[in-house]
């Protein structure tokens, strides 16, 4: 079994008002258990503008959630209309940023790059990244999956040091699984993953490598969950469909290894 603590992220994606965010997450702390918390971290990721309510409730209700966001910007403020920055969610106690979700590279024109500044602004604000890494189906297809989701590590982690690489936490993501209801099967998952885990070894070495969280997104559900999340290089799993349903997000949280 891994030293590795299991981290299962809800991306709501752009869903739910702050209302509706305030009755999801209530109805996940009446569902998730102590019991679930001893055993893996929970994060929920709202719309920047239902953060401050979320944020609300998890801290005076003391819930046993973390707060995450999906996106912000690399720079600490400026003329950028439309964008948020790092400090101001930290400010939110948000502790995990959504760093180069696959939607936001193919349909907002995200680079490598970017992603690479933003993952050190956010590391620099005192919050951890989640760094989204996945191919598209042509590039399946066409046996460059293992190839193009080891440059996005390299190019994502450029600049950081062992430590830092060691505390973060990297999502392969499979563009052709995510809301299509297909999932890159347990051992296609496990082999990304493991591939993932290697590049940060001959990178940032093997005790960066050991510690690295590398989560699987792409159509988690709560039938498929448990076969995806206790393989040895998965620790933990970014969900977006399933996460709107607090009876799935709950069963997905209570898988066991
Ligand atoms: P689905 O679980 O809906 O496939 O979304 C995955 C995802 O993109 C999470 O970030």
Redesign the pocket.
């Known amino acids: 079994m891994s030293a590795r603590r299991p981290l299962i992220?809800g991306?709501w994606?752009m869903h739910l008002n702050h209302f509706e965010a305030l009755k999801l997450t209530q109805e996940l702390s009446y569902q998730i258990t102590g019991d679930d918390i001893e055993h893996v971290d929970v994060s929920l990721h709202p719309p920047f503008t239902d953060l401050r309510t979320v944020q609300t409730v998890i801290d005076s209700d003391k819930l046993p959630f973390f707060l995450g966001a999906q996106h912000c910007h690399f720079e600490d403020k400026g003329a950028f209309t439309g964008e948020i920055a790092p400090a101001m969610l930290a400010k939110l106690n948000v502790t995990y940023v959504?760093a180069g979700?696959?939607?936001r590279r193919e349909i907002f024109g995200e680079t490598d790059e970017m992603v690479n500044a933003k993952a050190k602004a956010i590391l620099a604000a005192g919050m951890t990244p989640i760094v989204?890494v996945g191919e598209t189906l042509a590039e399946r297809d066409g046996g460059e999956a293992e190839a193009k989701v080891g440059s996005q590590v390299q190019a994502a982690l450029t600049g950081l040091s062992a430590e830092q690489v060691g505390g973060l936490v990297i999502?392969y993501?499979p563009i052709w699984?995510?809301?299509?209801g297909r999932t890159a099967s347990a051992e296609d998952a496990q082999a990304m993953c493991h591939h993932v885990r290697a590049g940060v070894s001959g990178i940032y070495g093997a005790d960066a490598a050991a510690s690295v969280r590398v989560q699987y997104?792409?159509?988690?559900k709560p039938a498929n969950a448990n076969e995806l999340l206790t393989q040895p290089d998965i620790d933990g799993a970014?969900?977006?469909?399933?996460?709107l349903s607090a009876d799935d997000f709950t069963r997905i949280v209570q898988f066991r290894l």
């Open positions: 992220s991306n994606k959504i979700h696959s939607e989204c999502a993501e699984a995510i809301g299509t997104g792409g159509s988690v970014l969900v977006g469909g399933a996460a």
